[in-house]
């Protein structure tokens, strides 16, 4: 356990600063902060006050590791630019490796927060190269749209309670992060799982809802309108809330459409573009809502209509339970439908011991089935498709192409945030750097989706 | 001919129309090719096609778009023979097969042209067939229009010999890192892009990741002197 640095000598440039002390691993050096009088002296000393700052990749206020380089002069940033990849998984080169059913379990943790929103997409497209699309049964849609909208309210929950944290206002979090998990307990119920759920399956759902679902998912409705005029009261005409937002962030139709910025930051431009209404998918066009959109072009626009959204996402909540009639959560095709029989045993989700029983005890076929799709899966015809969903954050777009195998050929993930990140240099340009902060909270990034 | 071959794709459900692009030939199962395969798999050949080029009418407002964008690039004083090579119809979206040097064009009218208002361009997704001799890569761009509520798809194909695209990033800004992006990955130079990049991997990222020969490392797990292939590798449904 000798390292060079554990043998100091009389011109370490570290000993004017670190104290040391000797431990049997080594020396050890308490570093503090550095002296700030000496670098602000030499910034003094140059031909011009610029100075480039590296915020993040690891800082509370980038929404994971986002790094952002800002070139100030002053209090004023004159160049920003964004770095990213350091969350970059790979995803969707594993799903060339896997079978297409197992590809759900990879796009649930690309944007960890809109999980339901990419299953959705990605599923969508595959029943369009499948062309099943008219077979999807309407209980697994109506239950599809619930989700989605039950991951919508969670994931700007999330938006403005990180939003609000990075303003100092650590009540909004708490009180942002205390509704999500009201959703995340639903869906802990539902799927088995808090996140990462492969709930949403190619053909319809993994299961159907489990007893009681309902009735829970209507009281949380109830509790979550009355807990959605608390931000209102908290934040929405708060002066100083206000302030920090209104008119920071500004990009407006124009740059919307340059940048290909979707999702709240397109609506708060007044343009009440939404995938939900444009291009329908999953019924969506039976269901009644309204597209809230804003004309300020900032933060605070967005942050309203995020609000509104939320309440919005209730309403279809509703109107899906109201017209949830029994029947198969699965298309009807033994060929795709994958025989996932599962429940909720003392060891956690698995295979339900009545499925196990049949499958091994009475029917061989059955077993033969079940071994054959689980580990060569379904053909899909060669073909490309591409699928959109208005996630949370904007339109989140699939483009999948298969060569007639058994695992997708291509998967790419045209990822909301990802886009609208890009808007973040035209946003903060130009400002201070305490805007920059609501600014890239405006645009509610999840790296988990930007880098996949 | 082998009679696999002869009826299509084999065990997989052909293409509608019948016909299509060839861009590769499978032999072989589970990594079996040659002799010595005492399964039987080695003699299976599927061929694999893509849907090909469909003829007029394409249906719907497919026309429509395909009528305006042939007269629009008429007045650019371009032949549309000569820039777009085909026109493909499938699952109910349509996909222009642009050639490369006309594509910043081709995407400009799309944009401007008022009865075609292709606002958005939602990226450029790439794609490798190693197979598909003289086109390996290829470029897909979805450009929605919001003023009409259509989505149509372009796509470019190169050789890998000579992987450039015309950068479209001066027509569509949106595009400026979904072509890194596609660059990172896949190696595809877009010429004219303002700072090609590297996006994901680190800057001194040696290959293009996303190809369908990159070597994938695996962990070299050795068992009882058995190796864990990488999963490249390992025998798969071909």
Same mark, same amino acid.
């Given at each position: 356990?000798?390292?060079?640095?554990?043998?100091?000598?009389?011109?370490?440039?570290? !000993?004017?600063? #670190?104290?040391?002390?000797?431990?049997?691993?080594?020396?050890?050096?308490?570093?503090?902060?550095?002296?700030?009088?000496?670098?602000?002296?030499?910034?003094?000393?140059?031909?011009?006050?610029?100075?480039?700052?590296?915020?993040?990749?690891?800082?509370?206020?980038?929404?994971?590791?986002?790094?952002?380089?800002?070139?100030?002069?002053?209090?004023?940033? *004159?160049?920003?630019?964004?770095?990213?990849?350091?969350?970059?998984?790979?995803?969707?080169?594993?799903?060339?490796?896997?079978?297409?059913?197992?590809?759900?379990?990879?796009?649930?943790?690309?944007?960890?927060? *809109?999980?339901?929103?990419?299953?959705?997409?990605?599923?969508?497209?595959?029943?369009?190269?499948?062309? =099943?699309?008219?077979?999807?049964?309407?209980?697994?849609?109506?239950?599809?749209?619930?989700?989605?909208?039950?991951?919508? =309210?969670?994931?700007?929950?999330?938006?403005?309670?990180?939003?609000?944290?990075?303003?100092?206002?650590?009540?909004?979090?708490?009180?942002?992060?205390?509704?999500?998990?009201?959703?995340?307990?639903?869906?802990?119920?539902?799927?088995?799982?808090?996140?990462?759920?492969?709930? =949403?399956?190619?053909?319809?759902?993994?299961?159907?809802?489990?007893?009681?679902?309902?009735?829970?998912?209507?009281?949380?409705?109830?509790?979550?309108?009355?807990?959605?005029?608390?931000?209102?009261?908290?934040?929405?005409?708060?002066?100083?809330?206000?302030?920090?937002?209104?008119?920071?962030?500004?990009?407006?139709?124009?740059?919307?459409?340059?940048?290909?910025?979707?999702?709240?930051?397109?609506?708060?431009?007044?343009?009440?573009?939404?995938?939900?209404? #444009?291009?329908?998918?999953?019924?969506?066009?039976?269901?009644?809502?309204?597209?809230?959109?804003?004309?300020?072009?900032?933060?605070?626009?967005?942050?309203?209509?995020?609000?509104?959204?939320?309440?919005?996402?209730?309403?279809?909540?509703?109107?899906?339970?109201?017209?949830?009639?029994?029947?198969?959560?699965?298309?009807?095709?033994?060929?795709?439908?994958?025989?996932?029989?599962?429940?909720?045993?003392?060891?956690?989700?698995?295979?339900?011991?009545?499925?196990?029983?049949?499958?091994?005890? *009475?029917?061989?076929? !059955?077993?033969?089935?079940?071994?054959?799709?689980?580990?060569?899966?379904?053909?899909?015809?060669?073909?490309?498709?591409?699928?959109?969903?208005?996630?949370?954050?904007?339109?989140?777009?699939?483009?999948?192409?298969?060569?007639?195998?058994?695992?997708?050929?291509?998967?790419?993930?045209?990822?909301?945030?990802?886009?609208?990140?890009?808007? +973040?240099?035209?946003?903060?340009?130009?400002?201070?750097?305490?805007?920059?902060?609501?600014?890239?909270?405006?645009?509610?990034?999840?790296?988990?989706?930007?880098?996949? | +001919?082998?009679?696999?071959?002869?009826?299509?794709?084999?065990?997989?459900?052909?293409?509608?129309?019948?016909?299509?692009?060839?861009?590769?030939?499978?032999?072989?199962?589970?990594? #079996?090719?040659?002799?010595?395969?005492?399964?039987?798999?080695?003699?299976?050949?599927?061929?694999?096609?893509?849907?090909?080029?469909?003829?007029?009418?394409?249906?719907?407002?497919?026309?429509?778009?395909?009528?305006?964008?042939?007269? #629009?690039?008429?007045?650019?004083?371009?032949?549309?023979?000569?820039?777009?090579?085909?026109?493909?119809?499938?699952?109910?979206?349509?996909?222009?097969?642009?050639?490369?040097?006309?594509?910043?064009?081709?995407?400009?009218?799309?944009?401007?042209?008022?009865?075609?208002?292709?606002?958005?361009? *939602?990226?450029?997704?790439?794609?490798?067939?190693?197979?598909?001799?003289?086109?390996?890569?290829?470029?897909?761009?979805?450009?929605?229009?919001?003023?009409?509520?259509?989505?149509?798809?372009?796509?470019?194909?190169?050789?890998?010999?000579?992987?450039?695209?015309?950068?479209?990033?001066?027509?569509?800004?949106?595009?400026?890192?979904?072509?890194?992006?596609?660059?990172?990955?896949?190696?595809?130079?877009?010429?004219?892009?303002?700072?090609?990049?590297? =996006?994901?991997?680190?800057?001194?990222?040696?290959?293009?990741?996303?190809?369908?020969?990159?070597?994938?490392?695996?962990?070299?797990?050795?068992?009882?002197?058995?190796?864990?292939?990488?999963?490249?590798?390992?025998?798969?449904?071909?």
């Amino acid at each position: 356990m000798s390292t060079s640095h554990a043998s100091p000598h009389a011109t370490d440039p570290t !000993a004017s600063q #670190a104290s040391a002390r000797e431990t049997t691993e080594g020396t050890v050096y308490t570093v503090t902060g550095g002296d700030w009088d000496e670098i602000a002296t030499a910034a003094a000393r140059g031909d011009d006050e610029k100075i480039i700052v590296n915020m993040g990749p690891q800082h509370p206020s980038t929404h994971g590791v986002l790094r952002l380089i800002l070139e100030i002069d002053g209090e004023t940033v *004159t160049e920003a630019r964004c770095g990213i990849g350091y969350l970059h998984t790979g995803i969707e080169k594993n799903l060339e490796y896997r079978t297409w059913t197992q590809g759900t379990t990879f796009v649930t943790r690309m944007d960890y927060l *809109t999980p339901f929103f990419n299953e959705t997409a990605y599923c969508l497209a595959v029943e369009r190269l499948l062309g =099943i699309e008219d077979q999807v049964p309407d209980r697994a849609s109506v239950i599809r749209v619930m989700m989605m909208e039950l991951n919508r =309210i969670s994931s700007h929950l999330v938006a403005i309670a990180t939003g609000g944290m990075e303003l100092g206002a650590t009540t909004v979090m708490i009180y942002g992060f205390r509704d999500r998990e009201l959703v995340l307990d639903l869906f802990e119920l539902i799927t088995g799982l808090r996140m990462n759920h492969a709930y =949403i399956r190619p053909g319809g759902l993994a299961q159907d809802l489990p007893a009681g679902a309902v009735d829970q998912v209507r009281e949380f409705v109830k509790k979550m309108r009355k807990n959605l005029p608390e931000y209102d009261k908290l934040c929405t005409g708060n002066p100083v809330f206000k302030a920090r937002l209104q008119d920071v962030g500004y990009l407006d139709l124009a740059g919307c459409m340059a940048l290909g910025a979707t999702g709240p930051i397109l609506r708060s431009t007044g343009l009440p573009h939404d995938l939900r209404k #444009a291009q329908p998918y999953c019924g969506y066009e039976t269901y009644d809502f309204d597209v809230p959109t804003d004309t300020t072009c900032d933060s605070y626009g967005r942050f309203l209509i995020r609000l509104e959204e939320m309440r919005q996402s209730l309403r279809i909540v509703e109107q899906c339970l109201d017209r949830l009639e029994p029947g198969p959560v699965m298309v009807g095709d033994k060929k795709i439908a994958w025989p996932a029989q599962l429940a909720l045993g003392p060891d956690g989700l698995g295979n339900s011991l009545d499925h196990i029983r049949n499958i091994m005890g *009475t029917s061989m076929e !059955a077993l033969i089935h079940h071994f054959k799709l689980v580990t060569e899966g379904f053909r899909v015809p060669p073909g490309q498709a591409y699928a959109a969903v208005e996630s949370a954050k904007g339109e989140l777009g699939v483009h999948v192409v298969s060569d007639g195998g058994t695992r997708p050929f291509r998967v790419h993930f045209r990822d909301p945030s990802f886009t609208n990140l890009q808007s +973040m240099a035209a946003m903060c340009e130009g400002g201070q750097v305490a805007d920059v902060i609501v600014a890239v909270a405006s645009i509610d990034p999840v790296m988990g989706g930007v880098d996949r | +001919m082998s009679e696999a071959e002869a009826n299509g794709n084999g065990a997989v459900p052909s293409p509608r129309g019948g016909t299509g692009e060839v861009i590769d030939v499978r032999r072989g199962m589970f990594g #079996a090719k040659e002799g010595g395969d005492t399964s039987g798999y080695g003699g299976l050949v599927r061929t694999v096609r893509l849907p090909g080029a469909s003829g007029r009418p394409y249906g719907g407002w497919f026309d429509e778009v395909a009528d305006e964008l042939e007269g #629009a690039l008429e007045e650019q004083g371009l032949v549309p023979e000569e820039v777009i090579e085909k026109t493909v119809v499938d699952r109910g979206e349509i996909t222009f097969h642009i050639a490369r040097d006309h594509l910043p064009v081709t995407a400009r009218v799309l944009r401007d042209d008022p009865a075609l208002r292709f606002e958005m361009c *939602t990226g450029v997704s790439g794609v490798h067939f190693p197979g598909d001799s003289g086109r390996e890569l290829h470029a897909v761009y979805h450009l929605r229009s919001i003023t009409h509520n259509r989505l149509i798809r372009l796509e470019v194909s190169v050789p890998d010999g000579d992987p450039h695209i015309p950068s479209i990033v001066s027509v569509y800004p949106a595009n400026d890192w979904h072509e890194r992006e596609a660059y990172d990955f896949f190696g595809i130079v877009f010429d004219g892009h303002p700072a090609l990049t590297r =996006i994901m991997m680190p800057d001194d990222w040696q290959g293009f990741p996303q190809r369908k020969d990159y070597p994938l490392g695996g962990i070299p797990v050795e068992y009882k002197g058995a190796q864990i292939p990488a999963p490249d590798q390992r025998r798969s449904y071909s």
